[in-house]
């Protein structure tokens, strides 16, 4: 099983990315797929999840902002993260799980990818 996220970089303040993460050796369609990210000396947390069937959920702090979206044709998952402030710096990864509930914490993820250092400047 392999996840590979891209599309990180750096970015001005109230600019926007858009992360993409790739699955291979699994079946995609059965997995819930979240977004997580993991500032310097804080844990990783979780800023969306989609499910099975494209319900999603997001966290307080990007809601309005950020947009998390699958294409089981393609394996991927997105997130098109607008508006960004330097808060949202952070190294994001993106995780797969057989728990099919959009808003389920880290702990029930069971493949994880690489990560992307997303940089926001102000």
């Known amino acids: 099983v392999q996840l590979q996220a891209s599309g990180g970089g750096l970015v001005q303040a109230e600019g926007s990315l858009r992360l993409s993460c790739v699955a291979s050796?699994?079946?995609?369609?059965?997995?819930?797929m979240g977004w997580f990210r993991q500032a310097p000396g804080k844990q990783r947390e979780l800023v969306a999840g989609?499910?099975?069937?494209?319900?999603?959920h997001y966290a307080d702090s990007v809601k309005g902002r950020f947009t998390i979206s699958r294409d089981n044709a393609k394996s991927t998952v997105y997130l098109q993260m607008n508006s960004l402030i330097p808060e949202d710096t952070a190294v994001y990864y993106c995780?797969?799980?057989?728990?099919?509930?959009?808003?389920?914490?880290?702990?029930?993820?069971?493949?994880w990818g690489q990560g992307t250092l997303v940089t926001v400047s102000s």
């Open positions: 050796g699994l079946t995609f369609s059965h997995y819930t």
């Open positions: 989609i499910d099975r069937e494209s319900m999603t």
């Open positions: 995780g797969g799980s057989l728990w099919n509930i959009a808003s389920q914490p880290r702990e029930r993820y069971d493949e």
